[in-house]
């Protein structure tokens, strides 16, 4: 059958209501995706498992009616379980474990949508990176400039989306790996509230709650969709989040009431932030007020110092427990089997006690809740998207012997992500500015926890007033 010629001129949303009215079918949506993977992946290396016959057999076998019917859809090879579908995690240590018998909840929720999922997409070994550019699949490129990064660890996804062979994938967020990566790609991307997305059977929580599972898009409203769509506790998690007073979508159609926004531009570490970046928060500060915002600069006063420390302390002791969760070897990976620097993280992670730990849960919270004082009197927060323009390929580099500084250029690449991994507020990202050369800068937008709908609201204003739909790389051109 033939692919349909227009697909890149909707987003999902749009290609989902041509599926309803008959327009076109869900098999030629398939096959266009698939055309643009075959045709552009090469150069960036975002699709790492092709599963075309998986998704020609959903939709032979009937997809459900659902917001998304016919569209397609990738998994990141991480966290997303897909029951008799390897997963590798990005790691040649796991890349044999056996495939799930079950999919997981999320992607359960996925496919109720009506999602036609055709392959995985790359990520960094175990989700430890905000590059991709793991040992066992090589690197993701992103598609505006292919000398440097994707972002990671979603990086496949984000790739994939920028280069517009679909538009929308799966991804995940444990320190800003869903918002790095639709920075450094221009997508859009939300990390949703701590407890949106269920993470059951097989996770309570991860890295100690930081973790959550969505996607990257080309619009906000296919992001409100998606949640509406996903979001929800599943059995036996050990928290959620706030239930949302109406569905997400709506809240990105409805009227807009005046916000109170607060913007700084002081990175929580402390690192000097590229002027590009804080060239589009000025200008969208601008935009804020035009659209009839009340916006002035506040930093939150929370404790700077504890940031980057609280976060590693969770992240390497949960990379113990990791690297002794293969379920066949028996044993915990051992130096050589897994990158340098996973290896020198677990390394950091054996010499944390129990009481470092607890420490550092609890500083956790406490950030959250002066995160939450300084809500009190503002509805959103601006940062920059990123403190640097997405380095070159190899800088961010898993295997440093180095590992300390390692850490140093992740969160000198990336200083504002983790901020909101640690509080549990919802974040979106959004390729507001502009390189000269035309390369998407993005602007960096938190909310109250448990408040998806305000950033999403104000995402969706700020998208009509500078919009980015049309704006491709030069790969899709």
């Not at 598609?143 to 990086?155: K, N």
Request: glycine share 10%; proline share 8%.
């Amino acid at each position: 059958m033939k692919a349909f010629a227009d697909f890149e001129q909707y987003d999902a949303l749009g290609l989902a209501d041509l599926v309803k009215r008959g327009k076109v079918s869900p098999t030629e949506l398939l096959e266009a995706a698939i055309e643009r993977v075959e045709a552009r992946n090469g150069a960036v290396n975002a699709v790492t498992m092709k599963l075309y016959d998986y998704g020609r057999k959903a939709i032979a076998d009937g997809l459900p009616d659902g917001p998304f019917t016919g569209v397609p859809f990738l998994l990141k090879d991480l966290t997303a379980s897909l029951a008799g579908v390897k997963m590798t995690r990005g790691s040649k240590f796991f890349a044999d474990t056996p495939p799930p018998t079950v999919d997981s909840e999320h992607v359960k929720r996925l496919k109720k949508a009506g999602l036609v999922i055709f392959g995985r997409t790359n990520t960094c070994e175990l989700g430890l990176s905000l590059t991709c550019e793991p040992q066992l699949h090589g690197p993701t490129k992103s598609p505006w400039d292919l000398t440097r990064i994707s972002g990671g660890s979603s990086g496949g996804a984000a790739a994939s989306v920028g280069a517009r062979m679909l538009p929308m994938a799966h991804a995940s967020d444990g320190f800003g790996s869903i918002r790095a990566p639709a920075a450094c790609c221009g997508n859009v991307g939300l990390k949703p509230t701590r407890g949106r997305n269920t993470l059951s059977p097989y996770t309570g929580e991860g890295l100690g709650g930081c973790s959550t599972e969505h996607a990257v898009t080309l619009t906000v409203r296919d992001t409100a969709a998606l949640l509406d769509a996903t979001a929800g506790a599943g059995p036996g998690d050990p928290y959620a989040a706030p239930p949302q007073p109406r569905p997400f979508l709506a809240e990105v159609q409805a009227e807009r009431r005046p916000l109170r926004i607060a913007y700084t531009t002081a990175a929580p570490n402390g690192v000097p932030v590229d002027t590009e970046y804080l060239k589009a928060l000025a200008e969208t500060v601008v935009l804020c007020k035009d659209l009839g915002h009340k916006v002035q600069e506040a930093d939150p006063g929370i404790d700077r110092a504890d940031v980057v420390p609280t976060f590693l302390t969770l992240a390497a002791a949960n990379m113990v427990v990791l690297l002794a969760s293969h379920p066949t070897a028996g044993r915990p990976a051992r130096k050589g089997e897994v990158e340098n620097v996973t290896w020198g993280t677990a390394q950091k992670g054996e010499r944390i006690t129990a009481a470092d730990y607890v420490r550092a849960t609890q500083t956790m919270h406490r950030l959250g809740r002066q995160m939450a004082a300084f809500h009190a009197d503002y509805d959103v927060l601006l940062t920059p998207g990123l403190g640097t323009l997405p380095p070159k390929l190899g800088w961010i580099d898993m295997m440093l012997e180095d590992v300390d500084e390692y850490w140093r250029r992740v969160f000198t690449f990336s200083p504002f992500t983790v901020w909101f991994n640690l509080t549990g507020q919802p974040a979106l990202m959004l390729p507001l500015g502009r390189t000269a050369s035309g390369f998407p800068i993005a602007v960096q937008l938190a909310g109250r926890y448990g408040e998806e709908g305000t950033i999403l609201s104000l995402g969706a204003q700020l998208e009509k007033a500078r919009p980015w739909f049309d704006k491709k790389p030069p790969i899709a051109l």
